[in-house]
């Protein structure tokens, strides 16, 4: 989420507060720190995060392979013997593509800098309304609004629609009735790209769009914006509330929504702490285990924190697990306003019809 700030050079980072008004009245105005937080903290009760920034003793770069990247796997210990480096090693999957951003937006910089990026937003089509995208299907059709999801794989499940198709899958979302679409841009892990924002968008496309990234430094707000997204995704094991608090306001100077994911109680009780959240979803997959389970949507908005949620009227959006109607009135039920669908959906030749069959609703 310009060079990737160093450990050293982060810590040095003061937070600044956005310019006066002049500066808010142009486009992109925020300034563009990679992050206001300390990047290395570390998992334990002393951290917000349960995900680390980078590997702890670094990455090592190797001329083999396509991506010229790797883990330092081994340590030397006292002794000058080789042994596992157990703290280099990511402890899931979400950690492991934390760590490959930090290297991948290395070269996005070198090759395409921060400030021909915010030079190129110019000629971006104006940022559409995401969060009333939603709030309308929602009030028009009873159920939860959807976010229907543009991706070809996942590292959980490998590829998933083999003939992708982005523009194909997003016109075919449209017409079964997605209120707003989740264009997974993540190259390595997802095979996504930013320029299928483009594409679909360029194609006529009317839903607003998220840019589903996974975002650690401010120059990936900018970019989903040039692309033409609506709105960007901010993941609390990720990000501590000072940087989710950053991000949304960069976010919100370019116009855009910003949707704020949690996995457990203790994330959404600290999300919970930041004011003006646009959309806050509850992510159904447990990040050690990669078990899904609607109960924990359920069980949290059922107890204090579902409380707060109804008081604050902040739109809750249910993600993973969801196949079946039985599934949506669930989630319903609990108090969800949106749902995000993506493999169940995005595996189907025909999209359209998989909406319709998910919400119960008639397919003529």
């Given amino acids: 989420m310009a060079s990737t700030l160093s450990a050293s050079a982060a810590s040095a980072v003061s937070v600044r507060s956005l310019r006066s008004t002049k500066a808010r009245s142009r486009r992109?105005?925020?300034?563009?720190?990679?992050?206001?937080?300390?990047?290395?903290?570390?998992s334990g009760s002393d951290s917000?995060?349960?995900?680390?920034?980078?590997?702890?003793?670094?990455?090592s770069?190797?001329?083999?392979?396509?991506?010229?990247?790797?883990?330092?796997?081994e340590a030397i210990?006292?002794?000058?013997?080789?042994?596992?480096?157990?703290?280099?090693?990511?402890?899931?999957?979400?950690?492991?593509?934390?760590?490959?951003?930090?290297?991948?937006?290395?070269?996005?910089?070198?090759?395409?800098?921060?400030?021909?990026?915010?030079?190129?937003?110019?000629?971006?089509?104006?940022?559409?309304?995401?969060?009333?995208?939603?709030?309308?299907?929602?009030?028009?059709?009873?159920?939860?609004?959807?976010?229907?999801?543009?991706?070809?794989?996942?590292?959980?499940k490998g590829v998933i629609q083999p003939n992708f198709d982005?523009?194909?899958?997003?016109?075919?979302?449209?017409?079964?009735?997605a209120a707003c679409l989740s264009v997974l841009t993540d190259e390595k892990f997802f095979q996504g790209g930013f320029e299928n924002l483009e594409l679909i968008r360029s194609a006529g496309v009317t839903c607003p769009l998220l840019c589903k990234e996974f975002i650690v430094d401010a120059y990936q707000i900018y970019l989903a914006r040039k692309y033409g997204a609506d709105a960007i995704l901010l993941i609390a094991a990720v990000l501590p509330n000072q940087d989710l608090m950053y991000f949304q306001k960069?976010?919100?100077?370019?116009?855009?929504?910003?949707?704020?994911?949690?996995?457990?109680?203790?994330?959404?009780?600290?999300?919970?702490?930041?004011?003006?959240?646009?959309?806050?979803?509850?992510?159904?997959?447990?990040?050690?285990?990669?078990?899904?389970?609607?109960?924990?949507?359920?069980?949290?908005?059922?107890?204090?924190?579902?409380d707060q949620v109804r008081e604050r009227g902040i739109t809750m959006v249910g993600e993973?697990?969801?196949?079946?109607?039985?599934?949506?009135?669930?989630?319903q039920e609990a108090g969800v306003g949106c749902l995000l669908v993506g493999e169940s959906l995005v595996k189907?030749?025909?999209?359209?019809?998989?909406?319709?069959k998910l919400y119960g609703r008639p397919l003529d």
């Avoid at 992109?28 to 570390?42: D, H, L, N, Q, W």
């Avoid at 770069?61 to 796997?73: I, P």
């Avoid at 189907?348 to 319709?356: E, F, R, S």
């Fill in 320 to 331: 993973s697990g969801i196949f079946t109607i039985d599934d949506v009135n669930v989630l």
């Fill in 48 to 59: 917000e995060v349960s995900i680390r920034r980078r590997p702890p003793n670094g990455q």
């Fill in 166 to 177: 982005p523009v194909k899958i997003a016109k075919a979302y449209e017409a079964g009735g």
């Fill in 61 to 73: 770069l190797h001329n083999v392979g396509t991506d010229q990247f790797a883990f330092r796997m």
């Fill in 77 to 156: 210990n006292e002794k000058g013997e080789r042994i596992d480096n157990e703290i280099n090693k990511p402890v899931n999957i979400l950690e492991e593509i934390v760590w490959y951003k930090d290297v991948e937006l290395q070269r996005r910089k070198e090759a395409f800098p921060l400030q021909l990026v915010r030079t190129a937003m110019a000629n971006a089509p104006p940022a559409r309304d995401f969060v009333k995208a939603i709030k309308d299907q929602w009030a028009a059709t009873g159920q939860p609004g959807l976010i229907a999801e543009v991706k070809k794989a996942s590292p959980s």
């Fill in 28 to 42: 992109g105005a925020v300034s563009a720190r990679a992050s206001v937080s300390e990047p290395e903290k570390k």
């Fill in 250 to 306: 960069i976010a919100k100077s370019l116009g855009m929504a910003a949707l704020i994911e949690v996995h457990t109680y203790e994330e959404m009780e600290r999300v919970l702490k930041l004011e003006d959240i646009d959309l806050l979803g509850i992510n159904n997959r447990d990040l050690g285990t990669f078990e899904v389970s609607l109960d924990v949507t359920v069980d949290l908005l059922a107890g204090p924190l579902g």
């Fill in 348 to 356: 189907q030749d025909t999209p359209d019809v998989g909406i319709k």
